[in-house]
């Protein structure tokens, strides 16, 4: 079973930047299609926002689009948030695209003046 770690959330001013990583383990073969996913609340579902194959082929929606990287080095994605917003304060994990497995801890963002 694969599992994914994440780090390096926060507290940061609006404008700010923060540089997130998720680590996958377990017994792993092959890491195909790997995303960064967010919860912006109790509640309220995950949005995918960015997201990367293994081609290093990458995807973003549009909250994430012109602000935010995702970069993937063997078993560690990273994303790279820049000209944060109150808006992007959330949990954030990272999955796969499909074949999801459990979610992680998560790690929280919290964009604040």
């Known amino acids: 079973q694969v599992q994914f770690v994440e780090s390096g959330g926060g507290l940061v001013q609006p404008g700010g930047s923060l540089r997130l990583s998720c680590v996958a383990s377990?017994?792993?073969?092959?890491?195909?299609?790997v995303a960064w996913y967010r919860q912006r609340g109790p509640g309220r579902s995950r949005e995918l926002i960015a997201?990367?194959?293994?081609?290093?082929y990458r995807s973003y929606e549009d909250p994430a689009k012109g602000r935010f990287t995702i970069y993937r080095n063997g078993r560690r994605v990273d994303l790279q948030m820049n000209n944060l917003k109150p808006d992007d304060t959330a949990v954030y994990y990272c999955n796969f695209v499909s074949d999801l497995v459990s979610w992680g801890q998560g790690t929280h963002v919290t964009v604040a003046s």
């Open positions: 377990g017994d792993i073969l092959y890491l195909g299609a």
């Open positions: 997201a990367i194959t293994a081609a290093d």
